[in-house]
C-alpha cells in the first residue's frame, strides 16, 4: 500500500477568540501538498484569521492544528517555506530597491535586502533570484526600481520572491486587490498560465470575489461568520445556493464562462425572503 500523505496543515475543530469574541468557530480543514484551494468569504468572515492559524501565526483558542505531521514544533523553518504574495508585504519593499533585489531577498526571509556581514546573498543566490524573475515572465524588470513598477508587475515580482525559496506553499492573499478590471483580469490570466499543469507546491488563493476562483483551484473553503459554509471541489461548492446563503442577497442566476463562476446579482431591495 502507498504511503499516507502528511498534510502541509490540518485543522481540527478548531477555535479562536478574541477579546471574548468568537471569530472562528468549529473549523476543520486539511490541505495536502501540490493541493490547489481557494478561501472564500466575505469581509470580517475570519479569513486573515484562519490563514494565520493555518500557518502557525496564531495559536487556536480549542481544538487541534498539525503542520506537517506536528502538533507542536519549531515553526521558524516552516514559515521560511511559505511563500506570501499580499499588497501589504509589498507596501515595505523599499521604492528604489531593483526589482532583482526584490527577489533575492526571499532567499534570505527579508523585505528589501539587507546585506549584514555573514548573511550577504552569494551569486548562486542572484542567479536564482533572476532565473525566477525570467520564469515569471520579468527578466527585463531586473534593474528597476520596485517602486515604479505596475501593480501588476509588483505582484509578479512578488511571486518570484515567493518562489525563490522553493516553498512548500505559495498564498495569495487578495492578490487583486486595488487593481482595475482590466489589471485584474491581466494577472489573472498570468496566474492561470502559471498554474496550469498542476505541478509545484500547495496554491492558497485568498478572497472575496468568487470570479477570480479560476479553473486551477480544483477546491474552495467557504467561511461564514467564521465557520465553514461549504468546503469541497470548487465546481460542487460554487453554487447558487451557497452564494445567497454567504451573502445573504438574492442571485439571479450564475453564470459559467472560462471555467469560473459569475454570479449575477438579482435586485438588492428584495433581499432573501
Given at each position: 500500500?502507498?504511503?499516507?500523505?502528511?498534510p502541509?496543515?490540518?485543522l481540527?475543530?478548531?477555535?479562536?477568540?478574541?477579546?471574548?469574541r468568537?471569530?472562528i468557530?468549529?473549523?476543520?480543514?486539511?490541505v495536502?501538498?501540490?493541493?490547489?484551494w481557494a478561501l472564500?468569504?466575505p469581509n470580517?468572515s475570519?479569513k486573515?484569521?484562519?490563514?494565520k492559524l493555518?500557518?502557525?501565526q496564531?495559536?487556536p483558542s480549542?481544538?487541534?492544528i498539525?503542520?506537517?505531521?506536528?502538533?507542536y514544533?519549531?515553526?521558524?523553518d516552516?514559515?521560511?517555506r511559505?511563500?506570501?504574495?499580499?499588497?501589504g508585504i509589498?507596501?515595505?519593499?523599499?521604492?528604489?530597491?531593483?526589482?532583482?533585489?526584490?527577489v533575492?531577498s526571499?532567499?534570505?526571509?527579508?523585505?528589501?535586502?539587507?546585506f549584514?556581514?555573514?548573511?550577504?546573498?552569494t551569486?548562486?543566490?542572484?542567479?536564482?533570484?533572476?532565473?525566477?524573475?525570467?520564469?515569471?515572465?520579468?527578466?527585463?524588470l531586473?534593474d528597476r526600481?520596485?517602486?515604479?513598477?505596475?501593480?501588476g508587475e509588483?505582484?509578479?515580482?512578488m511571486v518570484?520572491?515567493?518562489l525563490?525559496a522553493d516553498p512548500?506553499?505559495?498564498?495569495?492573499d487578495?492578490?487583486?486587490?486595488?487593481?482595475?478590471?482590466?489589471?485584474?483580469e491581466r494577472?489573472?490570466?498570468w496566474?492561470?498560465?502559471?498554474?496550469r499543469?498542476?505541478e509545484?507546491?500547495a496554491?492558497?488563493?485568498v478572497?472575496?470575489h468568487?470570479e477570480e476562483?479560476l479553473?486551477s483551484?480544483?477546491?474552495t473553503?467557504?467561511?461564514?461568520?467564521g465557520?465553514?459554509?461549504?468546503?469541497?471541489?470548487?465546481?460542487?461548492?460554487?453554487?447558487?445556493?451557497?452564494f445567497e446563503?454567504?451573502?445573504d442577497?438574492r442571485?439571479?442566476?450564475?453564470e459559467?464562462?472560462?471555467g469560473?463562476?459569475?454570479p449575477?446579482?438579482?435586485?438588492?431591495?428584495?433581499?432573501?425572503?
Amino acid at each position: 500500500m502507498p504511503s499516507p500523505v502528511t498534510p502541509l496543515f490540518d485543522l481540527a475543530d478548531v477555535g479562536f477568540e478574541r477579546d471574548g469574541r468568537r471569530i472562528i468557530d468549529g473549523v476543520n480543514w486539511r490541505v495536502l501538498p501540490g493541493e490547489r484551494w481557494a478561501l472564500l468569504g466575505p469581509n470580517g468572515s475570519g479569513k486573515s484569521t484562519l490563514l494565520k492559524l493555518a500557518i502557525g501565526q496564531l495559536w487556536p483558542s480549542t481544538g487541534r492544528i498539525e503542520r506537517l505531521g506536528k502538533e507542536y514544533q519549531d515553526l521558524r523553518d516552516l514559515w521560511r517555506r511559505i511563500g506570501l504574495v499580499a499588497e501589504g508585504i509589498a507596501r515595505e519593499i523599499p521604492a528604489d530597491e531593483p526589482a532583482l533585489d526584490t527577489v533575492v531577498s526571499g532567499t534570505l526571509a527579508q523585505l528589501g535586502l539587507k546585506f549584514f556581514v555573514g548573511m550577504e546573498p552569494t551569486e548562486a543566490d542572484r542567479a536564482r533570484g533572476a532565473a525566477e524573475l525570467a520564469r515569471v515572465g520579468c527578466a527585463d524588470l531586473a534593474d528597476r526600481p520596485f517602486g515604479v513598477l505596475s501593480q501588476g508587475e509588483r505582484q509578479k515580482v512578488m511571486v518570484a520572491r515567493a518562489l525563490v525559496a522553493d516553498p512548500l506553499l505559495l498564498v495569495f492573499d487578495e492578490p487583486c486587490d486595488g487593481m482595475d478590471p482590466g489589471a485584474r483580469e491581466r494577472f489573472l490570466g498570468w496566474l492561470g498560465e502559471h498554474l496550469r499543469g498542476g505541478e509545484g507546491p500547495a496554491v492558497l488563493m485568498v478572497t472575496h470575489h468568487v470570479e477570480e476562483i479560476l479553473p486551477s483551484f480544483e477546491r474552495t473553503i467557504v467561511l461564514k461568520a467564521g465557520r465553514v459554509l461549504a468546503a469541497g471541489t470548487t465546481g460542487e461548492v460554487l453554487t447558487q445556493p451557497v452564494f445567497e446563503s454567504l451573502y445573504d442577497t438574492r442571485l439571479a442566476r450564475l453564470e459559467r464562462a472560462g471555467g469560473r463562476a459569475w454570479p449575477i446579482w438579482g435586485d438588492p431591495t428584495e433581499g432573501l425572503r
